[in-house]
């Protein structure tokens, strides 16, 4: 019997508009207009990760005040599991039996939260990854 088990917080993230400052940014950030609401992490189409109403597009002219990192990405969680067995067929020849389990609970990693204030689908995340791969083998030893 094997496994392997890897678990993992999510990326830091930041909040991020469009470049009204007149400094040609490529990293403008959003303005941070209220105080984070500690609300339950939604994925999916119309679902929120993070209280997008404490975001706002900064003024013309000036730069945004949200911090860096604000907010955390989803993290991951991975179970794999596999077994093998042997069986003695002569002397000289043995056969193994493999089965192996990726991602054995099949939970979903959410990954891609849309984080510029000015998008239609801001605080949503709309994708993911991690899906349940179940192997066997059968491999002759002589």
């Given at each position: 019997?094997?496994?392997?088990?890897?678990?993992?917080?999510?990326?830091?993230?930041?909040?991020r508009?469009?470049?009204v400052?007149?400094?040609?940014?490529?990293g403008?950030?959003?303005?941070?207009?209220?105080?984070d609401r500690?609300?339950?992490?939604?994925?999916?189409?119309?679902?929120?990760?993070?209280?997008?109403?404490?975001?706002?597009q900064?003024?013309p002219?000036?730069?945004g005040s949200?911090?860096?990192?604000?907010?955390?990405?989803?993290?991951?969680?991975?179970?794999?599991?596999?077994?093998?067995?042997?069986?003695a067929?002569?002397?000289?020849?043995?056969?193994?039996f493999?089965?192996?389990?990726f991602g054995?609970?099949?939970?979903?990693?959410?990954?891609?939260?849309?984080?510029?204030v000015?998008s239609?689908r801001?605080?949503?995340?709309r994708s993911s990854?991690?899906?349940?791969?179940?192997?066997?083998?059968l491999?002759?030893?002589?």
């Open positions: 019997i094997g496994g392997m088990m890897s678990v993992r917080s999510g990326f830091a993230m930041t909040v508009g469009r470049d400052s007149g400094t040609r940014s490529r403008a950030r959003a303005d941070h207009v209220a105080k500690n609300e339950p992490h939604i994925p999916g189409p119309g679902g929120q990760w993070f209280d997008t109403s404490a975001y706002a900064p003024k002219g000036t730069l949200a911090g860096n990192g604000t907010f955390r990405g989803p993290g991951l969680f991975d179970l794999s599991l596999s077994l093998q067995k042997f069986f067929l002569t002397e000289g020849m043995r056969l193994q493999r089965a192996e389990a054995l609970t099949n939970t979903p990693n959410f990954q891609g939260v849309q984080r510029n000015v239609s801001f605080g949503e995340v990854q991690g899906e349940r791969r179940v192997q066997f083998g491999k002759l030893l002589f």
